[in-house]
């Protein structure tokens, strides 16, 4: 069984409730917090290795350090919880279930950054959640756990909730903060950074909810005992969702020292594939990620073991490994067509561009209607390369990080699936009734 730190409490009934979650240990890490300094948080988190878990990874403590400080300007914590990345869902299940948690996560958060009005904005699509958020933050707000004069530190907090309008583009950070502020969810250009001038050209922290949540037991065990648990650069415990063609779906808990193998096979975690059907490809980390086939996924090129961490996860690089991302984990059976796989994240992208840059308004489109023609089985060996050019040419000329999220998963499948693209223009009539796995296994 492996260690839970977050999902610890979270078979207990009734524990979205503020009085069980505090009968449970709920808001002892926040009084041990206010107690300290807010640079021996600092120290803490730094400490405990915590890497942004939205996708990018890039180390928490560094990012509160990098938070400007000008004097007089207030600062802002900003959660994101705009969770859009297709096969995600680790932050929908902590706030519906353990929002306590986030709140609690970000008191203390919110106390190391300075930070006195901070914010959520969670997607439109969790419709039923932001009333979950309302109804624990009046609680922690009765509780004195909120508003003004914090446990008679001085500190005041008021956390808002904001909600989007269904735009994929506004999870990435900066188009956040324009949409927060009441504008299109257009992506700004970096530097500056959030950190030096985000929402109203203020000093803000940008973080995801499962960053935030993972604060409270940093502080609970100290950053010491946290960078302990996990491998390497992966510390702490990682929520997973997984889905696709396995027996169990659902979000899991592990501590990045299990393989790959493991976390598909086990009863633990996936409980293996339904009807004993042999595994293709995964992707482990939220679409934007390369797909990597079945072998490549279990093993390194060097024949290790292949470990849900962000270093094994990425070993090889893009040729041959992949990311951890979001921990969005989708498997895929000897039944799936890598295309028409392809071609449905190819529509996605293409609906969910900005329209700002020209490759990536552009390009998407032209990769979603060659994939649709080369699935339909109108397509010719040509359009592969096609394929592969307009990819290359997106990647890195962007504004935002959304450009090379739709390139990559066209680059991956190219790369390692080719004579399922070629099988299409090799079987026109075959392509229009069945999809390359169905026909070939
Ligand atoms: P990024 O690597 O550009 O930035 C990571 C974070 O570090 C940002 O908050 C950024 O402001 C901060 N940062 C980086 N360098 C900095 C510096 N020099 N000074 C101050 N701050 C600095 O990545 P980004 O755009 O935040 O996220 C991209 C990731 O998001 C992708 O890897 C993808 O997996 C993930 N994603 C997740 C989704 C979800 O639903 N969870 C949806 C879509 C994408
Ligand atoms: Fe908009 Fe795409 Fe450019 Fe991002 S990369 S700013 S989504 S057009």
Request: proline share 5%.
């Amino acid at each position: 069984m492996g260690k839970k730190l977050l999902l610890k409490n979270a078979h207990i009934e009734g524990i979205r409730y503020f009085e069980t979650y505090r009968k449970h240990g709920g808001y002892e890490a926040a009084e041990k917090a206010l107690k300290m300094k807010p640079e021996e948080i600092l120290e803490e988190v730094k400490t405990s290795g915590l890497r942004g878990r939205g996708g990018a990874g890039f180390p928490t403590g560094m990012k509160w350090s990098f938070l400007a400080k000008p004097e007089g300007v207030p600062r802002h914590l900003v959660v994101n919880a705009d969770e859009s990345e297709p096969g995600t869902f680790k932050d929908r299940y902590l706030m519906e279930f353990l929002p306590h948690l986030l709140i609690e996560g970000m008191l203390i958060s919110s106390y190391t950054l300075g930070s006195n009005t901070s914010y959520i904005y969670i997607r439109g699509e969790y419709s039923w959640i932001p009333d979950i958020l309302e109804e624990a933050i009046e609680e922690a707000k009765a509780a004195g756990f909120l508003g003004k004069n914090i446990l008679g530190t001085g500190f005041d907090l008021e956390i808002y909730v904001q909600r989007g309008a269904g735009a994929y583009i506004c999870g990435e950070e900066t188009a956040l903060l324009e949409s927060l502020e009441g504008r299109r969810g257009n992506p700004r250009l970096k530097p500056p950074f959030p950190a030096v001038k985000g929402l109203w050209e203020r000093p803000t922290v940008v973080n995801n909810v499962e960053s935030i949540a993972a604060v409270v037991p940093i502080i609970e065990i100290g950053g010491a005992e946290y960078a302990k648990i996990g491998v390497g650069r992966s510390t702490g415990t990682k929520l997973i969702s997984a889905c696709g063609n396995i027996n169990k779906p659902g979000v899991y808990e592990i501590d990045m020292t299990i393989t790959v193998e493991e976390f598909i096979y086990s009863d633990e975690y996936c409980g293996g594939i339904p009807n004993g059907k042999k595994l293709k490809a995964c992707i482990p980390g939220g679409s934007s990620v390369p797909i990597v086939p079945a072998n490549l996924l279990l093993k390194t090129i060097n024949g290790e073991p292949r470990y849900m961490n962000y270093e094994s996860l990425a070993d090889g690089g893009f040729a041959t490994g992949t990311m951890m991302g979001s921990g969005g984990f989708i498997v895929l059976d000897e039944d799936q067509c890598v295309v028409n796989h392809t071609m449905t994240l190819a529509r996605f992208y293409n609906h969910e561009s900005c329209g700002q840059c020209t490759p990536c308004r552009e390009g998407t489109g032209w990769m979603y209607k060659i994939l649709k023609k080369i699935e339909k089985g109108e397509g010719k060996m040509e359009d592969i390369d096609l394929l592969w050019d307009i990819q290359r040419k997106i990647e890195g000329n962007t504004i935002c990080p959304l450009g090379d999220a739709a390139a990559w998963p066209v680059a991956a499948a190219i790369r390692h699936f080719r004579d399922e693209f070629e099988w299409h223009v090799n079987n026109p009539e075959l392509s229009q009734t069945q999809n390359y796995g169905i026909a070939n296994y």
